[in-house]
């Protein structure tokens, strides 16, 4: 992508309300110093010699892997998000009772594949799916057979779950159920998940 569309990117996400003014303005900032430099290196690069060349641009990638890498959390989801790069929506472990459920809220900022690892570190096994944000009052009303979910991750009492599928742009919810009933069953069970998504 271009500077311009570098920079038209984070004016959409900033009119639309997904940057608040401070992080438009640190990420038009970083994006602006890295083309500065780059255009800066461009015209020193042709009185140097090939070799030299080649060294100096595998410093730069790597400085440029380092300082992506150090910025805040949010800078860094903010940018991949500008440029649609690879992005973790989850990353922790959630704690899940016996007879109950749980949701993790996913907002897309893109539509892409979203990758859903989950692990029952320690517990009992779960059933797993994806729902629309608009389902939450029907489970709240525990009326199961109603929930709309997205068949591409779905899983009955598993305890390793991983699914990759296409989703739209928006809000969804990650959602598991423990319907452990009886003895012997654990009181709760921690259950690891990562969610990413790729344009």
């Not at 430099?37 to 140097?48: A, T």
């Not at 910025?71 to 860094?76: A, F, N, P, Y």
């Amino acid at each position: 992508m271009s500077l311009a569309d570098d920079l038209n990117a984070l004016q959409d996400l900033h009119e639309k309300g997904k940057l608040t003014d401070q992080e438009f303005a640190d990420a038009k900032s970083a994006t602006l110093k890295k083309e500065q430099q780059e255009s800066e290196l461009r015209k020193r690069l042709p009185l140097m010699s090939w070799p030299f060349k080649a060294l100096l641009g595998l410093l730069i990638v790597i400085l440029g892997i380092g300082l992506y890498r150090t910025g805040t959390r949010k800078t860094t989801r903010m940018i991949a998000t500008a440029l649609h790069a690879r992005i973790t929506l989850k990353d922790e472990v959630e704690n899940v009772s016996a007879n109950s459920w749980k949701v993790v809220g996913l907002d897309l900022p893109y539509s892409g594949a979203v990758d859903v690892n989950l692990q029952v570190v320690q517990g009992n096994p779960v059933d797993v799916f994806v729902v629309p944000s608009d389902q939450l009052d029907t489970m709240k009303r525990e009326d199961w057979n109603n929930v709309k979910v997205y068949s591409d991750f779905n899983a009955t009492k598993t305890k390793t779950f991983r699914r990759t599928g296409l989703l739209g742009q928006g809000s969804y919810y990650l959602v598991m159920r423990d319907t452990s009933l009886g003895i012997p069953v654990s009181r709760t069970s921690d259950i690891s998940v990562k969610v990413q998504l790729s344009p």
